[in-house]
């Protein structure tokens, strides 16, 4: 068995796109779980010769979006998925909500970042795990974290929560998968600091708002951001190493 699935949330762009670029080989399915369908990596599985499926789906909506992952699962793929040597679902999706002190947020804004960023995952790595319990392949997942999941930021309480939140389910999880015979490998994984929308997203905030402003402008000015492509190898590699998982949380910069 050499064929790999992959399930990956929020593909569409920065390091989620990244991550489908180069997962796109030979023999590999590849599940991209997005809010918007990129046509580019759609041309880019059919040369390479991999099996690409986009969902556009709204993880806000998480519950119904794992029930119908693992419907595919369960019923569509039925004993074809069985047969694949490893399975992987990677949980990448994330929003930054408006950077203001909490008694300034707006509570949809708060909702939609902890949907995306903690219930979505929760959710679609409990259906995974229940419909891969009795496959023979090797079962990882890898929840993408930050190092403010353990070091806590002004202006930021939902994305850093939702980190830390990621972080200790994450713990949680690979302590019952270990009681179990063939229990999934899991691991919460900083990728270090990148340059996505999201720093972006960072230095355009308004000063007044969001005071640490200037400290992302100047990561970005000193050339302290990796490109998603580079983070990208560095979190595959990680995800390729015999002993993945064996430390729950982690960053690949250790």
Known sequence: MTQQLTILTGASRGLGLA????????????????????EALAEQARAQGATLLQWTEDLTQGAAVSRQLEAWLQVQAGATLANFAD???????????????LSQADVD?????????LEAPMQLTAVFLR??????????????????????????????????????????????EARKANGARLCSLAPGRIDTDMQAQLRG??????????????????????????????????????DFGAQPVADVRN
């Open 87 to 101: 399975a992987t679902l990677i949980n990448n999706a994330a929003v930054i909500s408006h950077l203001a002190p």
């Open 131 to 176: 419909a891969t319990a009795a496959w023979p392949a090797r079962r990882k997942v890898l929840n993408i974290s930050s190092s403010v999941g353990h070091r806590a930021k002004a202006y930021q309480a939902a994305y850093c929560t939702v980190k830390a939140g990621l972080d200790h389910f994450t713990r949680c999880v690979a302590l019952e």
């Open 19 to 38: 991550l489908a670029q180069q997962l796109l080989e030979p023999k590999h399915t590849l599940l991209c779980i997005s809010r918007h369908r990129n």
């Open 109 to 117: 804004d708060l909702a939609q970042a902890l949907r995306v960023g």
């Open 205 to 242: 905030a308004d000063q007044a708002d969001f005071p640490d402003r200037n400290y992302f402008v100047q990561l970005k000015n000193d050339g302290q951001l990796s490109s998603p492509e580079v983070a990208a190898n560095r979190v595959l590699a990680y995800l390729a190493r015999a």
